[in-house]
């Protein structure tokens, strides 16, 4: 925490308001930069200053002399005797509006006429090594999504704008040391185990900042590419990438990519083998024998998909009582040489899925009945059906009336689950088409 040892109010460069406690000081630029915390949140960027710069929070809301005095009180106590002069403690009074005359008064006769050490603390020189602050910048467009969404919760609350999380790993490390302060008068076993206490928040501190640098190397903010680059593989090698995952924390970038690369290499090497013992075991020696086998191979395997007889139709109709009557009865007049066949009536196989079991997911109780069985039925999880729901109406208000085509050039899943929800939340209000 920075003091404040002046009563001016410097102004944001930001929105140009005047700073109150607290703000934001930036402790990397060579001119002074002190910004409010609304510009502050939203990622302010500007005369050589960039959100990513170390900085300070400037307030005087904690204890410097007095245990139940705060910095700025006293800051208020001093000015005030300035002002109206000793002895004169009900104006003084006037200017804390929570303290009393005769707990002004004491108060600084006890710290500032009749104490007899140094009115400001000394403290212990402890060489501590500042950890620098780790931009997590995966890329020239990082991923913005909507505050609760699920794309948020996978990308763990990043804040694009900032260039950190909504959240901390391991959020509640400073809980444990908000509170101690070196007086200088305490024992040796008191201060060790305070220092204890520091140490091992400052190890917490670097275990976060090691994580940090993870993401910030591996890219793992722009997790949907990643899937992307995952799915053109074939599944041989996304089980080697989904295996050698949990080692990609103990080595750098590159060297895990060459890792993956070297196993994947392994793979190809045992399938070109594969081929050639199978080359080997059909009495192939040569590289024309080989390509004549190739060749027939590809014949043989097209002339067994043609040779599909009715027989097989029937199979794979089967569970249709109707339809396999139908197909019987083309069959039996193929085999009395008959040419006009008649048609068979087209029988779909897909068969709908069974609801999905919803209990014990996240948002499942803000669902109404109706809304739990559509979710069930389009097999949907809550917190998917709320950004579709949210988007579908911001859209509407957009736009004043919102279109089936329209919807489905939102969101890109199924159009057969997009036309279900959006004929719900037709049906129930939450948006019109006209």
Sequence with gaps: MAFLASSQHPACPGCSTFLLEPYIICMACESTIKLCLSCFAKGWEGNGHENNHRYEIVTNNFPILDAFWTAKEEMKLLEALSDHGYGNWHDVANHLPNRTKQECESHYCKVYLNNTRSALPTFTAAQIKKLKPIPCRASEDPPRPIGDSQRSSDTAGYMPARSDFIKEYD???EWDVKDIYFQGEEEQLLTDLKYAAVDIYYN??????KRKRIIRNF???????????????????????????????????????????????????RKEIQRLQE??????????????????????????????????????????SLACKQWLQRQALVDAGHKKLPLVVPWSSCRS?????????????????????????????????????????????????????????????????????????????YINTS
């Design 353 to 429: 899925s069974t609801p999905l079991d919803l209990t014990g997911y996240a948002g499942y109780e803000r669902l109404t009945e109706r809304e739990r069985t559509l979710c069930a039925t389009v097999r949907i999880l809550p917190e998917a059906y709320f950004e579709y729901k949210n988007l579908f109406k911001t859209e509407c208000l957009k736009l004043g009336r919102l279109k089936l085509k329209e919807a489905r050039n939102l969101i890109r899943i199924d159009v057969n689950k997009i036309r279900k929800v959006f004929d719900f939340l037709v049906k129930e209000g």
């Design 219 to 269: 890219g793992l903010m722009a997790i949907y590419k990643h899937y992307v680059q995952e799915r053109s593989h074939d599944q041989a090698v996304r089980n080697i990438i989904e295996k050698l995952r949990k080692f990609s924390r103990l080595v750098t970038p590159l060297a895990h990519d060459k890792l993956i690369e070297g196993f994947v290499y392994e793979l190809d090497l």
């Design 279 to 320: 080359y080997r075991e059909d009495g192939n020696k040569s590289f024309a024998s080989v390509r004549v086998y190739d060749k027939l191979k590809v014949r043989r395997d097209q002339s067994k998909v043609r040779k599909r007889t009715l027989l097989s139709e029937v199979l794979s109709v089967a569970p249709n």
């Design 171 to 173: 959020n509640g490390a």
């Design 204 to 209: 917490r501190l670097r275990e976060r900042h």
